[in-house]
């Protein structure tokens, strides 16, 4: 006969028992990705991955709009399913994950069916709704009182940069998750990614979601996969710096000798003093660190598309310069790549004007490499800058504008979307004639005469020109310059300081150009 245990020896074994099943209850609980949260807005008319980590081999069941579909964990314990192609929906409803060895399934109330889209970029997509600090946005009291808009959501990702992929982003403010638009919470949102959502879903009817992931002074490479950039020839020498200064800093973390790599530094930022203490993919300026930490833990997500603010960090001296139009577009295929829904639609902000070289016309010209690829646009803010701020409060129009180019070309509606392009020059003796395409319902000086214009010869010295609307054409003239060869359009750092007022009949600027290829050096450049 087996002896009666102590009160003690019973006590422990009890506790231990207890311990156990709660190690083995908390260890099975099934999670779901980071972006899953109540209040999202999930993306019609597509399948939609839902996807999360649970024990291996345990079933997940995913219920939804009155679908059930089940998957099984892999070893590693990973699990996805499809949700079958969603029907808008305004009406919210609730989103039930249960795991086969889960105490209690996961909901998700309040979630929507609508349009979802990515607002990603550096500080400028950042910029708040609310004002402070650095961000001041126009009219922001009126904007907040006014954005009653319970059927536009937005998820922010906190700033997360890594050497190596995550799988999870936690969102800001506090963990909230998706964020119900109204006056109490609109101040924290994205405010190009707000506006672009309000005036959007004024016109489509349909609720509209926001996923942005953002970080300041951040440079295009940091956000691209390293497979991809280790893959392309020109891009596979940054990897190479991040790894130099990684491995340096892992092998002796608290000095900072003169011998350390150096770390990128923007084309406007000198370098001052030793080189950076620290992790460097802590350094936005480095690649791949933001897609890591912030970009990988939103894949797949279904969305429609993705908009872009950013080009005021670029590193790499001219080099870097020259190569940014390739840099951007290997990020969208690279991004089409990862979401895998074909040619997901990408539109860009090409950037306003500032008396810094951070903002020159180079970048502009850079930036519409982009075009060449399909489902790209491009919207023109050369009218909203200001000369000695990075920050320009003037967001309405980047909104509006980012809105049209989505209506037209993601939603097949029949719109202008864009200002005034330069298409041809026309030499008539000593007049050169512009045409242009995206011309509205004609071309217009706003304002007064037109202003931004330069003309030059064979020489290469370009001076300031007479410039008139004859019909759908500019004709653009200076007695000084007998035979033209090249003209220019808002083509500096900051045209808005000589005027540059050439628009279409819609209100929609003419965007910067130059027919001539010529060198265009930029003073003060840092070469690095």
């Known amino acids: 006969m087996n002896p009666i245990p102590s009160p003690r020896i019973l006590i422990k074994t009890l506790l231990v028992a207890a311990s156990a099943m709660s190690a083995a209850i908390l260890h099975a609980e099934v999670k779901v990705a980071t972006p899953f949260t109540s209040h999202m807005v999930l993306q019609r008319e597509m399948k939609v991955p839902v996807w999360g980590t649970a024990d291996a081999g345990e079933n ?44 209690a399934p996961v ?42 808009f319970p059927q536009i959501r937005m998820f922010t990702a906190r700033d997360t940069k890594s050497y190596s992929v995550q799988t999870s982003v936690p969102s ?36 509209v979601g926001i996923l942005t992931a953002a970080s300041g002074a951040s440079c295009a490479e940091a956000w691209i996969s390293r497979e991809t950039l280790t893959a392309d020839a020109p891009l596979k020498p940054y990897v190479d710096i991040l790894d130099a200064a990684y491995n340096y800093f892992k092998a002796d973390p608290a000095t900072r000798p003169a011998e350390a790599p150096f770390r990128p530094t923007p084309i406007n930022k000198p370098r001052s003093g030793p080189p950076a203490r620290g992790d460097p993919s802590g350094d936005q300026h480095m690649p791949t660190v933001l897609f890591n930490g912030m970009l990988n833990p939103l894949i797949p997500y279904a969305i429609r598309g993705a908009i872009w ?50 903002n020159n016309p180079i970048i502009r010209e850079q930036q519409e490499a982009i075009l060449s690829l399909p489902h790209t ?7 909203t800058g200001e000369a ?47 045409h242009f395409t995206h011309l509205g319902a004609g071309l217009v000086a706003k304002g007064g005469a037109l202003k931004g214009f330069q003309i030059a010869g064979d020489d290469k010295n370009f001076v300031d020109a007479d410039a008139k609307i ?22 500096m750092d900051f045209p808005e300081g000589i ?22 050096p930029i003073a003060g450049i840092v070469e690095n």
Not at 470 to 491: C, E, L
Request: proline share 5%; glycine share 10%.
């Open 107 to 148: 909901k998700f109330d309040d979630v929507l069916v609508g349009e979802v889209w990515l607002a990603s970029g550096q500080s400028n997509m950042v910029f708040p709704v609310q004002a402070g600090g650095p961000y001041t946005l126009v009219n922001s009291a009126g904007e907040i009182a006014a954005a009653n």
């Open 172 to 207: 800001t403010p506090a963990n909230s998750g998706w964020q119900v638009c109204s006056p109490e919470t609109v101040g924290t949102f994205s405010a190009v990614g707000y506006l672009f959502a309000r005036d959007l879903q004024q016109q489509i009817k349909v609720p």
């Open 60 to 103: 997940v069941t995913v219920e939804f709009a009155g679908q059930k579909k089940t998957a099984l964990a892999t070893i590693d314990g990973k699990w996805r399913v499809d949700l079958d192609v969603l029907a808008t929906s305004a009406e919210g409803r609730t989103m039930t994950v249960t795991g086969s060895a889960t105490s």
């Open 499 to 520: 005027g540059c007022n050439l628009y279409s009949s819609y209100d929609l600027p003419a965007a910067p150009f130059r027919t001539d290829k010529w060198d265009y």
């Open 309 to 358: 603010y950013q080009g005021e960090s670029i590193v790499g001296g001219t080099p870097g310069l020259n190569l940014y139009g390739h840099i951007m577009q290997t990020l969208i295929k690279d991004w089409r790549s990862k979401w895998g829904e074909g040619d997901l639609p990408f539109y860009e902000v090409q950037l306003p004007g500032q008396e810094n070289i951070s």
């Open 388 to 434: 000695k701020n990075v920050h320009p409060g003037n967001k309405q129009p980047t909104g509006y504008r980012l809105a049209l180019v989505a209506l037209h070309d993601a939603y097949k509606q029949n719109i202008e979307y864009s200002g005034p392009l330069f298409q041809s020059l026309e030499v008539k003796n000593s007049t050169a004639v512009v």
């Open 470 to 491: 004859v019909g759908d054409t500019v004709v653009v003239t200076n007695a000084q310059v007998k035979t033209p060869v090249a003209v220019r359009y808002a083509f």
């Open 377 to 383: 646009g491009m919207v023109v803010t050369i009218d």
